[in-house]
């Protein structure tokens, strides 16, 4: 789109600031999808994004896992809404930019009165320069206001207009009508600047939809739209209301009346409105934040195969380990009897009364171990029941 024109420096301050803000965010969302989605850097990250969408896709099947029709379809699907989404121009405005851009006014228009109209942000800030003229006892009416062209006022010849500044007297350096501009015109040009920024980084976060792990940021991206859709709703319709109690219940008593000052009575009510525009804002961040995504797209195929194997191998390691540990303890404590029954051998024969055959529970340990008792470094063998009695006969004897 073309850069944006040059306003007449003889148009109002705020009618000025809200044209250049409403501009530049047109121009955010606009140009930024088309150098994200044609430029260099978005084309990379999106065939990026499909190489490794794809990948995952492939390496499930090289896994032995079978991908269903279901699955399968779901899947195409998926990757054909994000290249949709994030190249072409015609998808992106008729479902995100224009329903961002337009919506917010037409949803007000259903809520507000028949005698209110939603005033967008350039009509908004026009009808405020008129109030606070009108309010000062210098300026247009509304009326003459109504009249005029919509949308901001261009300069032909920029050197015969003087400029509109800001003179000391000015009701916007009131705190009435500082309120009063940021209640209505400086909110509503924050959230179109958002919706803009927004808008224009969409073909990122569009491609990130493609993955289970950053389908959150996505969802994120989506919460933020639906919040600063609400929140322009919001804001229109309150704006719209808030002048149209300006213009009935502060102007129209006083119009026949020439050089009355009535900013004062702007405090209150600014102050109210600017109230009931925060508490719209909260809860419309509250509700956007409530927003799930994720049960609608469907998952990315995942090589089931790989967390199976896995989960197997983990449980033979546990498994092999723990019988290890069980088979090492085994072991000690069969050393440490062994090294007991020495021992006593050992006494034995130091004392005289000669090698005993060890007791059977000393047998079955050596045996399960794999080793008998040695005494002095030659091996022990178990003696025949027969001649293990004699030898006891006779050492009752003697």
Not at 58 to 75: E, H, M
Not at 297 to 305: F, H, K, L, R
């Amino acid at each position: 789109m073309e850069a944006c024109p040059q306003l007449d420096p003889a148009v109002p301050v705020a009618e000025r600031l809200a044209a250049y803000l409403d501009c530049h965010a047109e121009h955010f969302g606009q140009d930024g999808f088309a150098h994200l989605s044609g430029g260099w850097f978005g084309q990379a990250i999106l065939v990026g994004a499909l190489t490794i969408f794809v990948a995952l896709i492939g390496y499930r099947l090289l896994l032995g896992q079978a991908i269903g029709p279901r699955a399968a379809l779901l899947a195409a699907l998926r990757a054909g809404a994000v290249i949709a989404f994030a190249t072409s121009w015609p998808a992106y405005d008729a479902v995100v930019y224009g329903l961002l851009t337009d919506g917010p006014a037409e949803l007000a228009s259903q809520i507000l009165p028949a005698d209110v109209g939603p005033l967008p942000l350039i009509d908004a800030a026009r009808r405020v320069d008129s109030d606070l003229s009108t309010l000062q006892g210098a300026g247009p009416s509304r009326a003459e206001m109504s009249s005029a062209a919509p949308g901001p006022q261009l300069s032909a010849d920029h050197g015969t207009s003087a400029p509109a500044l800001l003179s000391r007297d000015s009701p916007l350096l009131d705190l009435p009508g500082l309120v009063l501009l940021t209640s209505t015109v400086g909110i509503g040009a924050a959230l179109r600047v958002a919706a803009g920024v927004l808008l224009g980084f969409g073909p990122i976060f569009v491609i990130l939809a493609l993955f289970d792990s950053t389908v959150g940021v996505f969802e994120g991206w989506i919460r933020a739209l639906l919040a600063t859709f609400l929140g322009t709703a919001g804001a229109i319709a309150v704006t719209s209301l808030e002048l149209d109690f300006i213009e009935s219940g502060l102007i129209a008593p006083f119009a026949g009346i020439a050089g009355v000052n009535r900013t004062s009575s702007l405090l209150p009510t600014s102050v109210l409105f600017a109230n009931v525009m925060v508490v719209i804002l909260i809860l419309a961040a509250v509700v956007s934040r409530a927003f799930r995504l994720r049960g609608l797209i469907p998952s990315t195929p995942v090589p089931a195969n790989v967390l199976a194997i896995s989960h197997r191998g983990a449980t033979h390691v546990r498994t092999a380990t723990a019988d290890l540990e069980a088979v090492s303890r085994a072991r000690s404590v069969a050393d440490a009897v062994l090294r007991l029954g020495r021992r006593e051998a050992v006494l034995d024969v130091v004392g005289g009364s000669g090698v005993r055959s060890p007791s059977p529970l000393f047998d079955r340990i050596a045996q399960a171990s794999g080793s008998g008792p040695t005494h002095q470094g030659q091996a022990t063998r178990r003696r025949p029941a027969s001649s293990t009695g004699s030898l006891r006969r006779r050492d009752k004897l003697t």
